[in-house]
């Protein structure tokens, strides 16, 4: 009978385990305006913030950031989020 119970108390743990992790994570907080920003700004400003990004400079490497500017965000500035994308360029185009 233990070898039965055993294992399913062990999955039930875990269980419980996995919600708790799920719970930890931080709470979709609003989404700075970065458009416009250098690439460290922008960055200073996320992190502060408690934002974790990605940074999409197309088939380029950034090597240095502050010469980089933010051409778009997602998800846009106001919204709640946990993540933002950041599509940068050497120069926005003001179209």
Not at 27 to 34: H, I, S
Request: hydrophobic share 45%; net charge negative.
């Amino acid at each position: 009978m233990a070898t039965l119970v055993l294992p399913f108390a062990f999955l039930a743990a875990g269980c419980g385990a996995a919600e708790n992790r799920a719970k930890a994570k931080p709470n979709a907080v609003t989404v700075p305006d970065v458009i416009g920003e250098n690439l460290d700004s922008a960055e200073e400003e996320l992190d502060a913030a408690g934002i974790g990004y990605s940074v999409d400079s197309g088939d380029d490497e950034v090597l240095v950031e502050h010469l980089w500017e933010v051409c778009y965000q997602d998800p846009r500035a106001g919204a709640r989020a946990r993540f933002v994308t950041l599509t940068v360029e050497h120069f926005c185009d003001d179209d």
